[in-house]
Structure formats: C-alpha cells, structure tokens
C-alpha cells in the first residue's frame, strides 16, 4: 500500500498498465508488470525520443524502482516534465481543443508508421504548457496488433470530433457538453444535435452519423457484434486513409471568434492616454506584490495579462466568453508567447469538482497555486451582472490568493450603464462604500490609486490571516 508520503492522482485510476502519483511532492508514474513486455518494446522503438522532440510528448527521466507506490506491481517508475497547470476539455478555446484533437492524431499517425498505436485518445491525456498541446500519457502508446483497427477510434470522436463539429455547425455553447460528459460526447446524441447539411458532408457524415448509427446496430446484436469487431482486419492503406480523413475532417472545422455578448469588448484601446495610464498602474502594483503565478479574472483578450508576463509571471487568463479566449489564445500562438494560459471559466458557475468520488477532476478553487489575483473590469459584471453580493465576492477571490489588485467600477460609468439597461436596479448596496466594508473583511488595504481619465478606483490589497 501506498505510504504516508505518497499521494495517488485522482484522475489516475483507469488505466490497467500504471498510474500516477507524488512521492514527497515528486510527480512520477508508475508501470505496471501487466504493460511490461509493451513499455519495453516502446522504449526499444526510440518512438518515444522522437516524439518528444518535436514537442508533442511530454518529456520523462526513468527513476529508481524503489520509488514505487505499489512494489509488488512496479515494473518501472518514470518521473515525467510537470506542466504548469492542469486544464481540462471544458475549459479550452475552440481552438485549443481543435489543436489537441490534430496532436492526437499526429502522434496516432506517427506511431502506427512505427508500429504502435495510441491505446486510447481521451482528450484528458493532453494539456497545454506555453499556451501549446502536449500528450502527457506516455503509457497511452503501446505496440499495435497487426491488422487490428485503431481501438481508439471512437473515442477520438466523442472527445474531439463530435464536440468541434457541434461548436462549429451548430453554436460554440455546445461545447459546454463536455462537463457533463466527461466520457466524450456520445456520436447518437451528436448526430442528433448537428443540423441536417452535415450528413452531406464526407467527414461528418462517415464519423459521426454513420459511426452513430453502426454503434446502434453493434448495441443491439450484443456480445456477438463485439467479437465480431475484434476479430476485424485492416489493412495498412485503410488504417492511414482512417486517419488521413479524421485529420482532413477536424482540420476544415473553423469558427470566427464573433458573435458573443462581450466578443468586441475591450479595456481601452493602447492610444488611449487613460488606458496607458491603467497599465501603468497596474504594473507597478504588479511590480510590489511579487510572487511567480498570476490569475486574471475577466482576462477577456490579455491585455493585463501579457502586462503581467512581461514581468516574468506565470499567468493563468480565465474569462467567460469563449470567442474572447479563443482570440487571445490565437494571439498567444501568434506572437509566440509562452507565459500564458486562456482558458474559460464562468465564475458564477466555475469548473466543479467532477467524475468518480467528486475527485476525478479538480474543481476551479482547488487548482489555484496562484499569488496574485487580477480583477480588473470584473466586479460589476458579478455584482449587477450575476446578482452575487460584495461580500460573497470578496470571500471568493480571497479563497484563490494572497493578493488581489481589484478595479472598483461606480454607478456612473458607462459599462454598469449598460449592465442595467435591461434589468430593473435592485443593486442599492452596489456602492464605494460598500465595497471597502466587503473587502475589508477579507483584505487589508495596500494601494488605492484613481485611474486617470476615469472615475474608477484601482486597489492593491492583502489577504487578512
């Protein structure tokens, strides 16, 4: 059994060839005997230095066996590159999920030339480091069957597939499946949801309507249909023209990041004296708070964020609307910068603890490892936008880090304005005065500084012991 100083990852438990876990801190994985004839091949292959080179495989150092949670199963122990911060499906851009979908199978692709395959292709098994998609389950590769069809096959379609087809033809929400199927999207319900042009398409058609319709028939012969599937050859050619036609088919999936309520926001344009003189601030009280890992709440395109990783920082840029993550994330790729991380979350209703024992999937507030807490255009939209009182606000931000450099935005700015266009005011307690009552239960105050051109109020605090 595992001793006191090792700790099990939570989402590590499907997998019959080895897991993952800390020892003393130290993230290893484990190989089991089961997979040890498999591991040995692949590591003979040089597959693996390969495809770690071209960055598309997290790179591992073999470590001494005496390192195992479990001794009387180990037949190896690994110790992998840890990435920065785990992020999950639901989580990524349009365009992230898109990108892990043609990792995955540049790998499956790559293996088979070499004769491996992937094991499985769960969009669990990449996340991204440098705002880019790695493969972290280097146990996923294993020697393939000759002749046997990928075994992966329907499962890169309910994980990549079926959701990018529904947030491209259908509405980029959708996307939003994926926190409640936590498996994959299932291709009947896809093929449901698509509208009727898709099944013209040659892509869709074949591996999503047609594929859902042969799991129908397979489900109702049984047993039988199962091992008819397993005892099925292909060939080499009709394995590559598989996987040849799932990459053309993800790769001609394409949404314009537009449309969506704060798509065309933005916090000031940069030739705008008060907004330079915003960033100033901001980078200063930056500057004063110090630390390594940087959360910014409402990142909307980055703006703050690449202030912030212009000082070194690490930075995590979460925001709610998913054609403002998914321009940022394409601005990231663009430029090249490495620091940062936009993903998606809507605060009011953030990523929960999820999947077997309410573990399997870490909730928003249990990831944080941040030490500075941006929230800047934000408050408002919580308070007037999703009806969340000052004090419930206050104590949330200061469950994620020490510091916190908040903007207070009045009544009389044009945003809060348009908050209430279209609502009845019911927000009496939505004052300055209120909010340093709020805050300073939570907070000791550092900096208040006005910003120039504006009534708003930018604020450096502390988090109270």
Sequence with gaps: MPGPATRLESGSYRDPAGFVYRRDGVLLRQVDRSFADRWDR??????????????????????????????????????????DFVSYPYEWSFGMLKDAALLTLDVQIEAASAGFALRDASAYNVLFQSARPILIDTLSIAPAEPGAPWQAYRQFCEHFLAPLALMARRDIRLGELLRTHLDGIPLDLAARLLPRRTLVNPGLASHI?????????????????????????????????????????????????TGTEWAEYDRGDSSDESARAKDTIIRSMLEATGGAVVWDLGANVGRHSAIAASLGRRVVAWDADPAAVERHYRALRRDGMTAVLPLIVDLANPSAAVGWGLAERRSFVDRTDADVVLALALIHHLAIGRNVPLPRIAAFLADLAPNLIVEWVGRDDPMVGRLLATREDVFDGYRLDRFREAFGTRFAGVDEVPTPGSQRLLFRMTRRR
């Design 209 to 257: 309507h047609l594929h859902a319709r042969a799991q129908r028939r397979h489900e109702a012969r049984g047993a039988a249909a199962g091992a008819e599937a397993r005892r099925a050859s292909v060939g080499r050619l009709r394995g590559e023209a598989l996987l040849d036609s799932l990459r053309r088919a993800v790769a001609a999936l394409d949404w314009a990041p």
């Design 42 to 83: 692949v590591l003979a292959s040089g597959l693996l230095p390969k495809l770690q080179d071209t960055g598309w495989l997290i790179p591992h150092e073999p470590v001494d066996i005496a390192l195992a949670a479990e001794p009387d199963r180990a037949h190896a122990i690994i110790r992998p590159t840890e990435v």
